[in-house]
Structure formats: C-alpha cells, structure tokens
C-alpha cells in the first residue's frame, strides 16, 4: 500500500518501520518513483511504469549514504526517457542479470569492468578509475549502456575539457580514452548498441609534440638551484637530471630498487610506463647522490626492514611519495631565474627527460643506447620479429653512456653561468 508523503532524504531517514511487510512511499516530483520500506529497515527505490499494456517494476537501488533520493530520481528519469524511446528496460521472466541487480547502466557495467580488466592489470588504474568516479559515472552512470550517443559522449569531453574552473584538455581526452576502452569491451555485451558511441565523438585534439630542451647554462642554473633546496625535491630534481628517468620512477623508487655494491637501480616493470623492467647503472655522481638521499631519508640499506620503503617518502605518511612537487618546482625554477640572471622560457619537469637524451645524442651514444636509458621501446630492434629475438639490455652500453652524461653535467655545472 502506497501512502503519501513528501520525500526527501531528512525524511526517509525518520521514516517508521512498518510493524509487518512492506510499505511504499510514491515521490511527489517523479511519476512513477516510490520508496519501499521493509520492517528489517531496508529501504529500496522502484520505478513502477505501465509500458506496452503492463506495470513494471523497475529496482533501482537500495537508499544509503552512496545512493540518495536524488540519484534515485536521476537514475528514474534516465529510465523513463528510455522507456519512452521504446528500450526494453524489463528483466525477462527467468533472466538472471549479468551484472548486477540493476537494468545494465553504465555504472554498472563499469564496476564490472573496473574489476575484471582494470584494478590490479593497469598501471593507471587508480587515474582510470578516479576517472570513472569523477567525470564519467555522475554523468551518464544511471543511464542505459546502449543508450549512450556519440552526441552523449562529446557533450561530456566537452564538460571536462571547458567547464571547470580552467580549461582542462588533457583530461578531457584521457577521460574519452578510458570511456572508448570501456566500451570496447562492453560492445559484445550490449546487442542494441548500433555502433561504438566514442568513435567520432567530438574530443580536444591532442597538444603539439613538446621540443624544449635546456640549454646548458639554464641546466646549470636548474641544477644549482636544486642542490641549495636539498631533500627531498632538490634531489629529486638531480636524480631526474643524471639519470633521465620519469618523474613517477624517480619519487616511487624504493630502497630495493637499489643495488649500492654493483651499482644500479632497477625500476621493475610494474612501475615502468611499458611494463619492461629497466636496468640503470649508476654512475659515480648519481651514487653518490643516492647514498645521500638514502641517509637523509632515515633508511638503512643493510635492514630488511627498510627494503620496500620509498626513499623519497613524505614525512606524515611514509608509505606515499612527498607531496607538493609542483609548489617546490616553481620555487626552484624562480631561483634558478635569478641564478642565471634572467627568466628563462617556460619548461617543465619532463623536458629534463628530453634534455638528457638530446645531450646523450650530443656526446654520440648510439641511439640504441640513449633508448635503453630512457627504457623506450622503439626502434627496429624493439619492434616486429626483432623483438622477439633481441634481448640484450645494453647494461655496459648504459654504463658509459650514464658515466659520460655525468662528466658533461660537471662540466657544464661548474662554468659561470649568468649573463645572457
């Protein structure tokens, strides 16, 4: 029995449990959207909808801090519209449902996705799914899956990438690349979806290929400028600069990772970007460096105890990487201005990266070299049925190239560098 009420959440949650049975609630702003109460205190939302000669009974979820009386109405109205377009939202007499207790959103298929192709297989699963959470599933999570459009699709890369508080492209095509993944695993799932809704979708188009390479004397500057901020960021900005590795290599790096009597440091591949493990002999200077960073850091290379924590830990919570790079970036990069006495053109962290394999080119090591510094997987021997034969690491190769590069960095160091 129906009993009339105006709901909302304050409301819903003083409701009396019913003595025996069930009792339903109709809201009074979504024809068709009732609240069932059941006397063990289970609350459930229901669209009742006469489609085609028939009432059905639509579950849509039950009531919880995750899941309120305004996303049940979201969720109700999304329904409706597809009822209305003529989409078979009923469960069919005898179907067990795939996914879940619902009618086969978005959301629903995502945590399926989520949990069988993404948590723990992805290297950019906690970015994927914060994605999902984030941009994708408040948008179109209460939707039918194969009701999604391409027009649906473009409408939300346009939201993420010119409706925030700035433009934000880049994260607008990230968004559709995992949005388009996901549906091309769900296609062979969803047999009324004509076409994949992300192709063609409107979407930013990709920024134009980064070419900034330090000049000597602003690498000079930059590295100066880092040892006088000292640890953490400052040498994490050196360990960038004589190494060439990434930024996220660099600040997830544990004391496992390194080897101090055969010196090297091994990013495994399940940091890596490719997923290929890379050997990186460190040269005396960078030992140095780590032997240092490792002291100051509190950690003992000979305890067990200590192997798997970050040498670049935050001091609240150990077991994450030290948070506010990008404030302490921009402090160094302004010292470094007044070091060399000018302000130099705009760079960021990764053009160091580039900046180390341009110098590694200039002091003529092998391309193939430079690439196995950088752990790149490209050229003739990385690709096609060579890379199924070839799988020399270039350890030595890597050695000298690293020995080099740290001898030009001294070089260029240790020259006055102000003045134009």
């Known amino acids: 029995m129906g009993k009339t009420v105006g709901l909302t959440d304050a409301r819903i949650a003083g409701l009396a449990l019913p003595a025996q049975g069930q009792v339903e609630y109709p809201d009074n702003l979504v024809r068709g959207l009732r609240l069932r109460v059941g006397k063990s205190g289970i609350k459930t939302y229901i669209l009742r909808k006469k489609c085609h000669g028939r009432w059905l009974n639509l579950t849509l979820g039950r009531h919880s801090v995750r899941f309120k009386l305004a996303d049940a109405r979201k969720k109700a109205r999304d329904l409706l519209v597809d009822i209305e377009h003529g989409k078979d939202v009923a469960k069919k007499e005898g179907e067990k449902r795939k996914f879940s207790s619902g009618t086969g959103t978005v959301r629903e298929l995502a945590e399926v996705y989520l949990a069988n192709e993404v948590r723990g297989k992805k290297r950019s699963a906690v970015e994927i799914e914060r994605s999902f959470n984030i941009y994708i599933l408040p948008e179109i999570g209460n939707r039918l899956a194969d009701t999604i459009t391409r027009g649906d699709v473009s409408k939300l890369n346009e939201k993420v990438a010119y409706e925030g508080k700035r433009p934000t492209p880049v994260q607008a095509r990230n968004v559709h690349r995992y949005l388009s993944s996901f549906y091309s695993w769900a296609l062979p799932r ?11 979708a409107w979407c930013p188009k990709p920024p134009a290929a980064r070419d900034r390479v330090l000049t000597d004397r602003e690498l000079a500057a930059l590295w100066h400028s880092a040892v006088e901020d000292g640890y953490p960021f400052g040498s994490f900005v050196q360990q960038l600069i004589l190494t060439g590795q990434r930024r ?21 591949g399940n940091r890596a970007k490719n997923g290929k493990a890379n050997i990186i002999p460190l040269s005396a200077p960078a030992l140095a460096l780590i032997k240092d960073v490792i002291k100051k850091a509190g950690l003992d290379a000979d305890d067990p105890l200590h192997a798997e924590r970050l040498i670049f830990a935050s001091q609240t919570t150990p077991e994450n990487a030290v948070s506010g790079i990008t404030r302490s970036w921009n402090r160094m990069r302004k010292r470094a201005d007044e070091i060399i006495g000018f302000e130099m053109n705009h760079y960021r962290i990764h053009d160091i990266r580039r900046t180390v394999a341009t110098g590694l ?56 560098i102000r003045g134009r």
């Open 190 to 200: 969803l047999d009324a979806l004509p076409a994949h809704p992300c192709r063609d």
């Open 248 to 268: 996220s290599e660099v600040l997830g790096a544990t004391l496992s990772e390194f080897d101090l009597n055969a010196r090297t440091w091994t990013v495994p």
């Open 361 to 416: 080119q200039r002091l003529g090591i092998p391309l193939v070299v430079s690439e196995a510094v950088l752990n790149h997987q490209s050229g003739s021997a990385k690709t096609g049925v060579a890379a199924v034969y070839h799988h020399h690491h270039f350890t030595e190769e890597k050695r000298e190239a690293l020995a080099l590069w740290a001898n030009e960095v001294t070089k260029i160091t240790s020259k006055n």
